[in-house]
């Protein structure tokens, strides 16, 4: 093979390009090296961060049980909150509202006192707390129903609270299917009256209520004795419970397609996404999964549930390793329990399945994608730092300056 050097110069001569092609090769060359340095700088240029999150107003309800975990945590994110609901508020009978005989005074003097400090919009949990049945014979009664319509109110102006919200489940999971049709257009008129009563008293009603997933009344339409469509107009907030989605058997608290089922048979219910707060859950359920062996029934353990707060905790303690399911945006994992009585000994098999700080981005994001006027976290006390570090950098912050934010729109 021939080197360049070894070329004689008659032949580089006679090979040697013209003066224009000489040009052109060099255009060339400028063109292929700018496309380099270009398609270089596109290789390893760094994309864009993505548009930032619309913010969304954040509620909260805080359950009585969980207060010692809740104070301290509502006392550091309660200028990030909307409404609060304390949830240790019973309906015992048609004129008398109780604190759960369980809840301890001084912690709910506390919680009171930090939002009042904090501003914060104080809007309790009135829970049906009556044999199956109670409520919606008050309800169907015109005399009993504004006794209780009246009731709330004055509850509601001795406490001086910025509204209510009702948790009247009872009609949905104790009174029976067959009692629904009866029961749905009496619902209607008492939150239309509720409403009314406490619009005047410029407070404010929100419901919570277990998820329709269309306008209809049949098998597949969900919860719908509590009529989405109708009660719309009387109510500042509907709060979708979109959760429990598992109770009885071991499977995922919320799967994103039921809450996203529910987010649509809420609208499509109501037609207006402004009214519709989505629920988040922050916990879990530990099951019972089998059983090895002879078990003593006495040391069984039935259901209990976890947090986002707690579950850490069983983790480390079982040695376990929890599995994120995409399709359910939910963690699970499985461990055995030793169980035995002294005489009888086996191995019981646990499932739990819970929601943390990427479950609650993940709903976060739902409420956003179909434009719902908030969230609401159940609940103050199941949660820990990494669902706050979801949370906080997208919620609308109450602000403590004089500069009040937007709390949502009152009915008109």
Not at 113 to 137: Q, R, T, W
Not at 234 to 259: C, K, N, Q, T
Not at 288 to 297: K, V
């Amino acid at each position: 093979m021939t080197s360049a050097d070894d070329t004689p110069v008659a032949d580089v001569a006679v090979a040697g390009p013209t003066a224009r092609q000489r040009r052109g090769v060099l255009f060339g060359l400028i063109g292929v090296l700018v496309a380099v340095v270009a398609g270089g700088f596109w290789l390893t240029r760094e994309d864009p961060p993505p548009p930032p999150k619309p913010d969304i107003p954040l509620d909260a309800w805080a359950p009585y049980w969980a207060l010692d975990d809740a104070l301290p945590e509502f006392e550091k994110r309660v200028g990030s909150l909307r409404d609060v609901s304390p949830f240790w508020f019973n309906a015992t009978g048609v004129d008398s509202i109780e604190i759960d005989t369980n809840a301890l005074d001084e912690g709910l003097d506390e919680f009171f006192e930090i939002a009042a400090d904090a501003g914060v919009n104080v809007v309790p949990s009135i829970i049906d707390a009556m044999p199956a049945g109670s409520m919606a014979a008050i309800i169907a009664d015109p005399v009993t129903r504004t006794q209780h319509v009246e009731t709330i109110r004055s509850f509601a102006a001795g406490l001086d609270v910025a509204g209510i919200d009702i948790d009247y489940e009872q009609f949905a999971f104790a009174d029976g299917r067959d009692t629904w049709a009866a029961t749905r257009p009496n619902w209607v008129a008492f939150i239309a009256e509720l409403g009314a009563a406490l619009r005047a008293d410029s407070r404010t009603l929100a419901v919570s209520i277990p998820p329709v997933y269309d306008a209809g009344q049949t098998a597949d339409s969900g919860y719908w004795v509590y009529d989405y469509g109708a009660i719309a107009q009387h109510v500042d907030r509907i709060r979708i419970m979109a959760y429990d989605f598992s109770v009885g058997e071991a499977g995922p608290i919320a799967p994103l397609d039921f809450v996203e089922r529910s987010i649509i048979g809420a609208i499509e219910a109501t037609g207006d996404p402004e009214k519709l707060v989505l629920g988040l859950p922050a916990y879990g359920r530990n099951w019972p999964n089998g059983e090895t062996g002879a078990c003593p029934a006495s040391e069984l353990q039935g259901r209990t549930s976890v947090t986002a707060r707690s579950v850490d905790a069983l983790l480390e303690l079982r040695g376990a390793v929890p599995v994120f399911v995409p399709e359910t945006g939910e963690y699970t994992f499985d461990y055995d329990l030793e169980v035995t009585d002294g005489t009888l000994t086996c191995t019981q098999g646990r499932r739990v399945h819970f929601v943390d700080g990427d479950g609650v981005r993940l709903r976060m994001d739902l409420a956003r994608q179909y434009q719902l006027n908030g969230v609401s976290l159940w609940a103050l006390g199941f949660d820990d730092d990494a669902v706050w570090a979801e949370i906080l950098p997208t919620v609308t912050a109450l602000t403590l300056d004089g500069v009040s934010i937007d709390r949502g729109s009152s009915t008109q």
